[in-house]
């Protein structure tokens, strides 16, 4: 095995492959960015003048003769399940852009895919590295907050309503699929799965075809009550994080600044040691009996999701079997049946779909362990 690095190929260059993909890729020294895939005469001339260097092909098959090795999915959400199928026929190992699937059961199918293929598929879950996040993980991890009962999640927006696919719930489009992901995949990472869920989704902006306003709560079963909200007619934000536990609660305003800094230009490589890093006016409030006081915030690393993909690509280490990447569309499952433009509630039982989830992952393990096969690195270390 060699350290050369993986060769990759972008699809799709919409806001999500120019502006939260390409230049993570171009800062990991061990991904080489060879091909953009688009059609689209504008974004090709986009790619000549932003990339140089990197070729535009028009579809996937025409990788191959660049030798490419991998390829993240950046297309609008109804087109992802299709492309990372042909990619997977394609022998190429494969990075999937949020939603993952639309549904769960989209999402089992190409799981299994990859493992029959012996590739890589994983979901680009950059938001299990912003800083604020990190921030609560290590407050959780060293016992300052105590016992968590409680967690609050929030992203607040204040938009007009997007033609194209982003305003067609059919094709993807809508605030459960767009933000709900990164807000489920948060708890569940952070608290384990949920025994219930009760959901409101609903359209509130006039002209709005898909929703653009949501509100999750999940019941946990290690005991925590998790409360995520997300909503495009927010014109006053809310907190981005409120977490209540036995010994201290914990409260963050504002927004990760990774976001900030790639749609200012930035990036890990032109930055440096000041990508991912918080100004103090941005610290989380940590509150005890005995009073409050600010918390230095962890360093984003969004920068570090693209060394780890390439190292699961190159089968440089073992890697888990993927539990989580079907997770987050069964939690959203129940909740996306009951988009409507009035305030529907719905509360249902979940456990059943993550029994299945666990029982499909168990049985891919048992077939994968007998002669022949070779477990395949379907997700990356520590996800």
Request: proline share 7%; aromatic share 6%; charged share 20%.
């Amino acid at each position: 095995m060699t350290d050369s690095p993986v060769r990759w190929a972008l699809a799709g260059y919409g806001s999500g492959g120019r502006i939260f993909h390409a230049p993570l890729i171009m800062s990991a020294p061990q991904v080489q960015l060879l091909a953009v895939v688009t059609g689209s005469a504008d974004r090709q001339a986009q790619v000549a003048e932003q990339l140089p260097g990197v070729r535009s092909v028009p579809d996937l098959a025409d990788l191959a003769a660049l030798g490419v090795e991998a390829v993240t999915i950046t297309t609008p959400p109804g087109t992802h399940t299709e492309l990372a199928h042909r990619a997977l026929d394609l022998g190429l190992d494969v990075v999937v852009d949020k939603p993952f699937a639309l549904s769960a059961d989209e999402a089992a199918d190409l799981v299994e895919h990859a493992h029959r293929a012996g590739r890589m598929v994983t979901a680009y879950q950059n938001r299990r590295w912003d800083s604020d996040f990190l921030t609560i993980r290590a407050l959780i991890d060293d016992g300052s907050l105590g016992t968590v009962h409680r967690f609050t999640s929030r992203i607040d927006r204040f938009r007009p309503v997007k033609a194209g696919w982003a305003g067609d719930p059919s094709n993807g489009g809508g605030t459960l699929f767009d933000l709900g992901p990164h807000l489920v995949d948060q708890a569940l990472h952070l608290f384990g799965p949920v025994s219930r869920l009760h959901a409101q989704v609903r359209a509130v902006r006039s002209g709005s075809a898909a929703d653009d306003e949501i509100e999750l709560h999940l019941e946990h079963r290690s005991g925590v009550f998790s409360t995520l909200a997300a909503g495009m007619a927010t014109g006053a934000q809310g907190p981005r994080f409120q977490v209540g536990g036995s010994l201290a609660g914990f409260l963050v305003d504002g927004f990760d600044v990774q976001e900030a800094q790639l749609k200012a230009g930035g990036s890990p490589a032109s930055l440096g040691e000041a990508w991912g890093v918080e100004d103090p006016s941005a610290y989380g409030i940590l509150t005890t009996l005995d009073g409050s006081r600010s918390v230095p915030s962890r360093r984003g690393r969004w920068d570090t999701f693209y060394p780890a993909a390439a190292a699961a690509a190159a089968r440089r280490q073992a890697q888990p079997q993927p539990r989580r990447a079907a997770c987050t569309p069964a939690a959203l499952r129940g909740a996306d049946r009951h988009r409507a433009p009035r305030l529907p509630v719905l509360r249902r039982h979940v456990a059943r779909d993550r029994r299945r989830a666990q029982r499909a992952t168990r049985h891919r393990a048992r077939t994968a362990s007998g002669p022949g096969h070779a477990p395949a690195p379907l997700c990356l270390p520590g996800l």
